[in-house]
């Protein structure tokens, strides 16, 4: 009997030890902290392991503050390690305020960082009309080949300009191809109705909608394709968007419109010819992601692109880490105080 205690006290200690060792593993993030970029370390399971880049570039809707909401979320209640990238000024600020090149031809955005992509199984991408130099835009184009899965958000549907990928020798376009369908006009009054979600009662039980409940925003409705059409071949509606008549949660159904898709899944075969999960959401101005229900369809969304669909809890924690009070969105900087910072001031 003494010699099985010492040997179950053995195993419990080598038990212990090993927990110790992949705890300490799990900590341990993958991308050295910079002050170009903000890192976020995975403290738990089931996300341990995993890493996560989430790309804040737009000029309009303020992912300058909703992708470290959700990095935060992600890593702090549930495990995957996150790094959020930024598109960046010649002072390395965030700026938002920065044009496109319709407004100036002679505009070159940058986002530092874009290396990692190679080392991190999600992209979540918000971005708005971006002009990358081609050393950028190439680690971009390396992940569209690899397989790993994309979450798009919003205007990433629209993100790029002069994008230059080919499949087969032919151009694609990345709002279409990739995520399901670009941006075409605004369905509604932008800036005046706000967004109803309505889960599709046929794929409710898809797993990037359990336990979402209410879904609300106060962006409008996209268009993502022509009246009278639909979405493309291959993509899943999960929910689509009913235009209110204000921007209040309660306010009364825009019946002049039609709902039309705003969240959906596909998937998606670049050059190496495998197969990778998208999900695309049209919701997504940092007011938006004030509603439980968007952020939990996105970290759901999250974990399926990842095939860790069984890891996905209706119950799991989707709280906001810390304050969050972002700006609202909208092009009107210096009424909005939309001015540049460093990164470090989102963290």
Known sequence: MPACRSTLRLMLLCSLLLLAVLQGQAAEHPIPESPLWLTYAGEKVPGAGKHIVLIAADQEYRSEYSMPMLAKILAQHHGFHCTVLFSLNKDNEVDPTQKIRWEDKTVTHSIPGLEHLEKCDLVILFSRLLSLPPEQLQHIYRYLDSGKPIIGIRTANHGFLDFDYRVDGKRVDFGEAVLGGSFRNHHGRWQQDSTRGVIVEQNKDHPVLTGVKDIWGTSDVY??????????????????????????????????????????????????????????????????FQSEGLRRMTVNAGYWCLGMEAEINGKSCMDIVGTYEPLDSGFNYKKLNVVPRKPDFYK
């Open 223 to 288: 268009r993502t394709y022509k009246e009278g059409g639909s979405l493309p071949a291959g993509c899943l509606p999960l929910v689509e968007g009913q235009p209110l008549m204000g921007r209040k949660h309660d306010d009364e159904v825009n019946t002049a419109l039609i709902p039309l898709p705003v969240a959906w899944v596909k998937t998606w075969i670049g050059n190496g010819g495998k197969t990778a999960r998208v999900f695309h959401v049209t919701m997504g101005s940092a007011q938006d």
